[in-house]
């Protein structure tokens, strides 16, 4: 890179930016902005072109410009597509929310209750074209979940744990294929 006495320059390891005033062999002295003459080697220093400067009226989020590009970019609307809202069957196979009591109940009568809650919630989406259901079991001590998983593996759907940052550790999440073959 060849400086030249007038071009504007920046430090690479420091906030100075100035304009060249004199060149003696490797040294180069730089005026900055403030009115102080600083020298430095060339190898410290980095030619600051036309097109970097334009670039700077974008580093300001209040500018006229920025916000006229950012409108340019917005996607439009179309006045004739319709927004699909997608359909989410959220299932919540805890027991307390299945039953008032669970009395009378031993830990197999409340797990075949939370699995036939299931069944019949996916049985129910697959015959409403539901293509999402989110069964939020917990997690415990992964009993309901493996049960949970094998039964899933008897339809048409692909499975996989829910969203962590809506759900968090204890939801699957189940894809119901609307075509099945």
Avoid: C, W
């Avoid at 400086?3 to 100035?18: E, H, P, Q």
């Avoid at 009115?35 to 600051?48: C, Q, T």
């Avoid at 962590?164 to 189940?174: C, Q, R």
Wanted: aromatic share 8%.
């Amino acid at each position: 890179m060849s400086l030249k006495i007038g071009n504007k320059v920046a430090v690479l390891d420091d906030v100075l930016k100035g304009k060249v005033i004199g060149i003696n062999g490797a040294e180069i002295s730089v005026e900055t902005t403030d009115g102080m003459i600083f020298k430095f080697n060339a190898s410290e220093l980095v030619r600051i072109d036309v097109e970097q400067h334009e670039l700077s009226k974008f580093s300001d989020i209040n500018n006229s410009l920025l916000k006229d590009k950012i409108a340019q970019n917005k996607p439009k609307k179309s006045l004739f597509k319709k927004e699909k809202k997608e359909v989410i069957l959220e299932v919540d196979l805890h027991i307390s929310k299945l039953t008032k009591s669970t009395r009378n109940m031993d830990n197999y009568d409340m797990l075949n209750l939370q699995l036939d809650t299931a069944k019949s919630k996916i049985e129910f989406a697959i015959s409403k074209r539901i293509a999402k259901v989110v069964f939020i079991h917990g997690v415990g001590e992964g009993v309901l979940r493996s049960e949970l998983l094998r039964l899933l593996n008897k339809y048409p759907v692909k499975f996989y744990d829910a969203s962590y940052k809506k759900y968090g550790l204890g939801a699957t999440e189940v894809y119901i294929f609307q075509n099945p073959i």
